[in-house]
């Protein structure tokens, strides 16, 4: 009797601590460059619910052989869905996972360990997640993805047990960034075009908390959402195009986050940018420096009920007078004027039906064929008449370029070519030593020829886009390999490319006069834009806007410390200030290259004469700085002139908006911007443009 008592108490207790429950998955082969799923099934499992307090997930375990570790992504998807990554690009060219195992609540993280990684080790992604409160009983995946060509293995075993010391994470509530949430109602976003969805923006102002119970404040309604990208499309944080849409499902032009607006709009993944900030450091220093550069906020998004990291918004690249303001172009002008623009154009992967074939080889690679694809008017809606007359206008180009009189002022490249955008292009994407920037994501615009002066719309280089692969060192090219900064990008094509670029600067820097025109600007912009205590004081910006997100997003993504997105030379970083100060240091080698190497001669600069206008000898100070309230702005204008001023905090928010002014030319004129006194100490920058002449001056504001 005091047996079976004894036994009936057992059971109870049993019941109430519950028992550790293993279940043992599916095996077999690991295909080359393929998503291999092996399935588990778990029934019988009590209690059936599995959370992050009572009951639930707590170890994953493997074996598997792989003669390459770091092309797989390792990931576990619960029975509703839910995938989170337990390995990514970890071990190198090392071998194997032995014994193996995946806990929370391990001493040490998996990306600390190497091949074979054997033992219990932090998973790499929030595991926590699955114990959401669904029916573990079910079919459970261990999915590996092998990412790379050559290599292949076998899954030996594999294992996951349930307990009462289950697997936990950290919900999302706020965030110092505006909160983007989308819910798909139930649709896969595809890269096939866009779904409809619900989407709100939670963003209460500057400086401002948000939280996930604030009303949807900042844009609550319908949008079209789809995956863009080529490359980052096949990384673990996917990108988004989206559309602002009305209830009808057209385009909507709103204004999001306080940029202007319109209806096109991207969400950029920083799982290739472990800064956050290489795409805003480039746009922003080309808008700075007088062009229009993809406005953009970092922001923290919510996935239909799942937190997804740190995104940047940004703006696309577009026809539209808040971006690339160029004439509309409608399909019925095939007439010259009307006919002759705007348009944009670029090179990138083509095909025979978005593209045509230049006329013309990089100088230095005559046997190579360049491809220029239409952006605007796109592929499936410019006409013949129109797809002849920008060809045409390219062709023009290139041949005074080629010509014998290239260099001439009057008849030579000048008379097609924006000498300025092109100087400018090449700086920002040379600064960054940007891969890309020469061949692929490599924009062009046309603007429309002016009937009344017989001027022919000139070809402008920009707008600049896409720099995850730029700022750092990496295993491309033996250009991009050199870690003392050296190298020039736009020898691109010397490096067998997958797309050729035009070579165009090859022979641009033949003329000793474009030479000394692009040393003169580099030595200008090195005293303002690109002094490196602006640019370092705007890093440092950014780094603590972002400090708070950043340790939720790489909790969640556990790419940081591992070898995730570009093939870059140094190791992985293994912090956000570490990886913020390598980015500095980078910065600090590549400068100290292109000051002693920039092409041309700085000894007779005019700083002012390489502008396409007459705008180009205004010259503005500021003063007093620091500031407590008013600023006093001196120009000298040749002649009358519009000037605007927006001012500007540390992270690029605007916290004063246009001011204008009209001031006559012939002399020195000053006037006062009024900055709100009621503005906190720190560093500010005022943005004063004339024209397309545009100055950037960095101020202090005091009590």
């Known amino acids: 009797m005091k047996i079976k008592n004894f036994l009936f108490v057992m059971g109870i207790v049993s019941s109430l601590l519950g028992f550790s429950q293993t279940y043992n998955g599916t095996v077999g082969l690991i295909n080359d460059v393929a998503t291999n799923d092996f399935p588990l099934v778990v029934s019988g499992l009590s209690p059936a619910t ?12 493997i074996n598997l052989t ?94 996951i047990t349930f307990g009462n010391t289950p697997a936990t994470y950290h919900s999302f509530s706020s965030s110092n960034m505006p909160i983007v949430i989308i819910n798909t109602n139930n649709q896969t976003i595809v890269q096939t075009g866009k779904i409809t969805a619900d989407m709100g923006i939670i963003y209460n102002g500057i400086g401002i908390r948000n939280h996930m119970t604030d009303p949807w404040n900042n844009y609550s309604g319908k949008i079209g959402i789809e995956i863009r990208g080529n490359y980052s499309a096949s990384l673990p944080q996917l990108p988004y195009d989206f559309e602002t849409r009305d209830a009808l499902g057209n385009g909507m032009d709103t204004s999001l986050i306080g940029m202007p607006s319109e209806n096109d709009w991207c969400l950029v993944a920083m799982y290739n940018d472990k800064s956050f900030m ?48 160029i004439a509309k172009l409608d399909t019925n002008e095939v007439v010259w004027p009307n006919v002759s623009g705007g348009y944009i154009f670029k090179t990138d992967y083509w095909d025979n039906s978005n593209s045509w074939l230049l006329n013309y080889h990089p100088i230095d690679h005559p046997t190579l064929d360049v491809h220029m694809v239409y952006f605007y008017p796109k592929p499936t809606v410019i006409v013949p008449q ?38 400018d292009y090449f700086i920002v994407n040379e600064l960054s030593r940007n891969t890309d920037g020469f061949k692929k994501s490599c924009y062009f615009y046309k603007e429309k020829d002016v009937t009344s002066t017989g001027v022919i719309g000139k070809i402008k280089a920009g707008p600049v886009w896409d720099f995850d692969w730029a700022w750092k060192d990496i ?37 000793t006069t474009f030479a000394n025109d692009l040393n003169c600007r580099w ?57 913020v100060d390598s980015l500095k240091s980078w910065i600090r080698r590549r400068i100290s290259w292109m000051d002693a190497n920039m092409p041309g001669n700085s000894s007779q600069c005019n700083l002012t004469g390489i502008a396409d206008n007459q705008n180009a000898n205004a010259a503005v100070a500021t003063y007093p700085n620091p ?45 006062t911007f009024n900055a709100d006194a009621n503005l906190p100490p720190g560093i500010y920058l005022l943005r004063i443009k004339c024209g397309d002449k545009v100055w950037t001056r960095q101020l202090s504001k005091v009590e």
């Open 475 to 511: 295993w491309d090219c033996i250009i991009f390999q050199a870690t003392d900064g050296s190298g020039w990008s736009y020898h691109v094509n010397d490096c067998g490319s997958d797309v050729n670029g035009t070579g165009w600067y090859v022979r641009l820097l033949q003329d």
């Open 278 to 325: 290489r795409n805003m450091l480039s746009y922003n220093t080309f808008y700075d420096m007088g062009h229009w550069g993809p406005r953009n906020k970092l922001c923290e998004v919510i996935l239909n009920g799942e937190y997804q990291g740190v995104y940047s918004l940004t703006e696309t690249i577009k026809r539209d007078s808040n971006r690339v303001n």
């Open 627 to 671: 500031f407590a309230s008013e600023i006093h702005l001196s120009f000298v204008l040749a002649q009358p002139e519009n000037v605007e001023m927006e001012l500007f905090n540390a992270l690029g928010q605007t916290v004063q908006p246009n001011q204008k002014e009209h001031h006559n030319g012939g002399g020195t004129q000053v006037f």
């Open 386 to 423: 129109q797809q002849a007359y920008i060809q045409g206008a390219v062709n023009d180009l290139e041949a005074a370029l080629y010509g014998p009189n290239f260099a001439d002022l009057t008849v030579g490249y000048r008379k097609y070519m924006s000498e300025r955008s092109f100087i």
């Open 66 to 159: 792989h003669t390459y570790d770091a092309d797989l992504e390792i990931s576990i998807v619960a029975p509703d869905g839910t995938t989170k990554i337990l390995a990514t690009s970890l071990g190198g060219g090392g071998q194997n996972y032995t014994n193996t195992c995946f806990n929370i609540f391990a001493p040490t993280s998996i990306t600390t360990g190497t091949p074979p990684f054997t033992g219990t080790f932090i998973p790499q992604g929030v595991m926590g997640m699955v114990n959401n409160g669904q029916n573990g009983n079910g079919t459970w995946i261990l999915r590996v993805r092998d990412m790379a060509a050559q290599d292949s293995g076998n899954l030996l075993s594999w294992s």
């Open 50 to 61: 599995i959370d992050t307090t009572n009951f639930g997930l707590e170890t994953i375990c």
């Open 523 to 579: 030595q200008e912009l090195r005293g303002t834009l690109l002094d490196t205590t602006r640019m370092f004081h705007f890093i440092d910006s950014i780094a603590a806007y972002s400090n708070e997100a950043q340790a939720r997003h790489y909790a969640y993504w556990g790419n940081m410390g591992a070898a995730t997105g570009t093939a870059e030379i140094e190791p992985p970083r293994q912090s956000y200030q570490e990886e």
